[in-house]
């Protein structure tokens, strides 16, 4: 019912940026929260960074001071900018989306994922 596109995955160099973007479309009447996680090859899911609709952010102790979510509300999308990647931030990264359908119906949503490879 709901749409997660993300973009803007890539191979960079260790201490280069990325800018992840995902926009979410479909059944949504609001957004209460949007955020971002990944998956390293063999490792489990982990939280990377989320913004609440109150537009408090939250950051894994990993990427605190590195990375930067942000949020259009207008367009329902929301944003990782990543700089001074290690080679550890290597992973495939999911957008998550919290929602709530014209209805009160409560949705949480997943994107496709897209790959940040952080190499020499």
């Known amino acids: 019912q709901v749409q997660l596109v993300e973009s803007g995955g890539g191979l960079v160099q260790p201490g280069g940026s990325l800018r992840l973007s995902c926009a979410a479309s479909?059944?949504?009447?609001?957004?209460?929260?949007m955020g971002w996680y990944r998956q390293a090859p063999g490792k489990q899911r982990e939280f990377v960074a989320k913004t609440t609709n109150g537009g408090s952010t939250n950051y894994a102790d990993s990427v605190k001071g590195r990375f930067t979510i942000s949020r259009d509300n207008a367009k329902n999308t929301v944003y990782l900018q990543m700089n001074s990647l290690k080679p550890e931030d290597t992973a495939v990264y999911y957008c998550?989306?919290?929602?709530?359908?014209?209805?009160?119906?409560?949705?949480?949503?997943w994107g496709q994922g897209t790959q940040v490879t952080v190499s020499s």
């Open positions: 998550n989306v919290a929602s709530r359908t014209v209805t009160s119906r409560i949705l949480n949503s």
């Open positions: 479909g059944s949504i009447f609001s957004i209460n929260a």
